[in-house]
T-cell receptor, first 111, second 112 residues
């Protein structure tokens, strides 16, 4: 499968713990995006990379959130000191200059 | 700022009937519009896009969308709906940095 891959698909954690999600984009795609989707809502933009450079971060991305794309390939999204409000589906997408191709998402549940 | 609106939370149709999912947009400059579909607990799948050219855009799974500049709309259509088309549909607009802004989504239910 050469699509966008996200791991883990599901993560249950206790409030205050740190979690990390990984995204492997389609290999030739230089742009990588992170979105967050809560139940009943459309995806909300968090941040994006062009190659290894993080070009924009949304105001939704608090100081507890950090994203990296160290070699311009895979990306990680870390959430520190998780809160119940962080419970959501975290979606990764990649593209060149056309449409975004999304992964299956990583669902986070914070207890 | 670029934005889209989906005025209907839900659309219900009988199988075999036409399906329309509405979307209106607000942009400064040329609109770049997209439709995506999401099945339960899955990611988003690309259906079609309008960048420029013909106002009627054909996409995957028999879907098409009509771009109407005067009404600032980009409605998704399918002439004959299937039960398997039941899903959550999102309209989106792309900005100059190639980011997408999504609408709130429309749940489509096709009854047999």
């Amino acid at each position: 499968d050469t699509g966008v891959s996200q791991n883990p698909r599901h993560k249950i954690t206790k409030r205050g713990q740190n979690v990390t999600f990984r995204c492997d984009p389609i290999s030739e795609h230089n742009r990588l995006y992170w979105y967050r989707q809560t139940l009943g809502q459309g995806p909300e933009f968090l941040t994006y990379f062009q190659n290894e450079a993080q070009l924009e971060k949304s105001r939704l991305l608090s100081d507890r959130f950090s994203a990296e794309r160290p070699k311009g390939s895979f990306s990680t999204l870390e959430i520190q000191r998780t809160e119940q409000g962080d419970s959501a589906m975290y979606l990764c997408a990649s593209s060149t200059t056309g449409e975004l191709f999304f992964g299956e998402g990583s669902r986070l549940t914070v207890l | 700022a670029q934005s889209v609106a989906q005025p209907e939370d839900q659309v219900k149709v009988a199988e075999g009937n036409p399906l329309t999912v509405k979307c209106t947009y607000s942009v400064s400059g040329n609109p770049y519009l997209f439709w995506y579909v999401q099945y339960p607990n899955r990611g988003l799948q690309f259906l079609l896009k309008y960048i420029t050219g013909d106002n009627l855009v054909k996409g995957s799974y028999g879907f098409e969308a009509e771009f109407n500049k005067s009404q600032t709309s980009f409605h998704l259509k399918k002439p004959s709906a299937l039960v398997s088309d039941s899903a959550l549909y999102f309209c989106a607009v792309r900005d100059d940095d190639y980011k997408l802004s999504f609408g709130a989504g429309t749940t489509v239910t096709v009854r047999a």
